[in-house]
Nanobody, 131 residues
Framework: QLQFVESGGGLVQPGGSLRLSCAASGFTLDDYAIAWVRQAPGKEREGVSCISANDGSTNYDDSVKGRFTISRDNAKNMAYLQMNSLNLEDTAVYYC????????????????????????WGKGANVTVSS
């Protein structure tokens, strides 16, 4: 079965950190840009970060810039999202998404990501930031 398996979510206090992992199953990540997207209850899906396939260049939504770091390890067929200084607004289910392109551009789900998203969805990693 072709899918991602996300892990590393949990309950954390404001200011805390989590590291999300994303394992690809049934396919290799090498040729795909990888994005992390999140969806909070009652809110639309939003792109958080993206890492390109060719040179590993990254981009981040302004809301997470300086706090989150995306990375990938093609040898292990894994992608990661290090999340520091978490705040209440980061509470969401986080998904990794393979994009049918190698280079990241924008992070808007509807205008930049949805068209390229490959249907390898996992169950997501639930992140709850609460005091």
């Amino acid at each position: 079965q072709l899918q991602f398996v996300e892990s590393g979510g949990g309950l954390v206090q404001p200011g805390g950190s989590l590291r999300l992992s994303c394992a690809a199953s049934g396919f290799t990540l090498d040729d795909y840009a990888i994005a992390w997207v999140r969806q909070a209850p009652g809110k639309e899906r939003e792109g958080v970060s993206c890492i390109s396939a060719n040179d590993g260049s990254t981009n981040y939504d302004d809301s997470v810039k300086g706090r989150f770091t995306i990375s990938r390890d093609n040898a292990k067929n894994m992608a990661y999202l290090q999340m520091n200084s978490l705040n209440l607004e980061d509470t969401a289910v986080y998904y990794c998404v393979a994009l049918s392109k190698k280079i990241c551009t924008g992070l808007s789900w509807y205008s930049d990501l949805a068209y390229y998203a490959i249907d390898y969805w996992g169950k997501g990693a639930n992140v709850t930031v609460s005091s």
